[in-house]
């Protein structure tokens, strides 16, 4: 049994949380006369869409159960104890056959079975036009069917599954509202839908819409784009990606002025190259290219394939640039994207004792990552 005293993030009020045995017995309050200096308490990390990290591909065939647990405590390195493990476009066979095998990988792992909170789709049912497929490739592009969904359904079983798709299939309403019938949750992207066909895949189920202001040309008319139109679909949920990269800081700040925070989450949309340095990395059949800057590009072209960005720092720079506190908006990478997938929630008796604790140490702050009761790494963020 262990206790830490912290000031809960979201009341400021101090609490002292109790563990034993790798999970929370109580979050109780304090009482009395708190006393200063106290680290602040947050929930763990949670990201819906994680393509590789530290190094490990997630859109091949031959990953073993040590790549996906080399993935899954990087993300943990970098305060993420939950992700959807996702897979994007490929040829329809090979992406149910690699999603089968993940799948049957994580049941063979206590670490990766509590790690993996399910599974992100990115495709196949998405726009082959130029500009919106972005890296994926436009050839294995196919219309969402509830066949095809069903088959999804035959290898997920009762595991969360989001599927991101394009909303101008004359299939995808009724695709949508099959999909939700199975238990997914479905959210638009890589798309240049219409605000009719927008709305009516919203009317059809579709609850959000994956990395918000890419997916798209990085040209676009001024009068009406897809990032107008998803802005004036009351109702979107929105998955962004903060890495100051995907998303301009000065977007960033118009989108949390447009959107309701309640519809917010952030997303790395991490490939291998996620919290590793520069270099050259594996991206399903491509090398892509990870720049001083931070940049994932496919060599010679000018879109970016997914980001290298670790959760953790996401939430750095989510804070730079809406000019806030960490604790202020890490709710949009940890209890929103939890609460959007119908994850259970952390911090509360009977979770695992997966927490963060922040401190400010003059200008600089610290963050203490703990999973399972047991401390992970320390980060300090320099002022
Ligand atoms: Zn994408």
């Not at 059949?285 to 990870?290: L, R, Y």
Request: glycine share 10%.
């Amino acid at each position: 049994m262990n206790t830490v005293d912290a000031i809960d993030y979201r009341t400021e009020e101090a609490v002292r949380l109790t563990c034993a045995g790798g999970k929370i017995i109580s979050l109780e309050p304090l009482g009395g006369v708190a006393p200063a200096g106290l680290p602040v308490l947050l929930p763990p990390l949670v990201d819906i869409q994680v393509n590789g990290f530290a190094g490990v591909d997630f859109q091949n065939d031959t990953g073993t159960r040590a790549d996906l647990e080399k993935a899954a405590n990087g993300l943990a390195a970098a305060a993420c104890s939950r992700f959807l493990l996702t897979l994007i476009t490929d040829r329809w066979d090979r992406m149910l056959a690699r999603l089968k095998h993940f799948r049957d990988l994580r049941a063979e792992s206590p670490l990766l079975t509590r790690r993996i909170a399910g599974w992100h789709l990115e495709g196949p049912f998405m726009s082959a036009t130029p500009g919106f497929h972005g890296a994926h490739p436009p050839e294995f592009m196919v219309a969402p069917t509830p066949a095809r969904l069903r088959e999804i359904k035959a290898v997920t079983g009762d595991d969360p599954v989001l599927l991101t798709i394009a909303a101008e299939w004359p299939e995808t309403p009724e695709a949508i509202r099959c999909a939700r019938e199975l238990g997914f949750h479905v959210w638009l992207g890589h798309t240049d839908a219409t605000v009719e066909q927008l709305s009516a895949a919203v009317a059809a189920g579709a609850e959000g819409y994956t990395h918000l202001g890419n997916g798209c040309p990085p040209q676009l008319h001024r009068h009406d784009n897809i990032v107008f139109r998803v802005l004036d679909e009351a109702g979107l949920r929105a998955s962004i990606i903060p890495d100051r990269i995907h998303v301009s800081p000065l977007l960033f700040r118009l989108f949390h002025r447009a959107l309701d925070p309640a519809r917010i989450c952030y997303t790395t949309d991490a490939i291998s190259a996620g919290g590793a340095g520069p270099g050259i990395f594996p991206l399903a059949n491509m090398q892509v290219e990870v720049g001083a800057d931070g940049i994932v590009r496919q060599p010679g072209k000018a879109n970016y394939a997914g980001s290298s960005l670790a959760p953790l720092e996401g939430v750095r720079r989510a804070a730079e640039m809406l000019r806030r506190t960490p604790q202020s908006v890490w709710d949009f990478f940890s209890t929103q994207p939890a609460k959007f997938i119908g994850l259970p929630p952390a911090l509360v008796a009977g979770a695992p004792a997966d927490f963060c604790l922040l401190t400010k140490q003059g200008k600089n702050t610290r963050v203490e990552i703990h999973f399972a009761g047991e401390a992970v790494r320390e980060v300090t963020w320099a002022g």
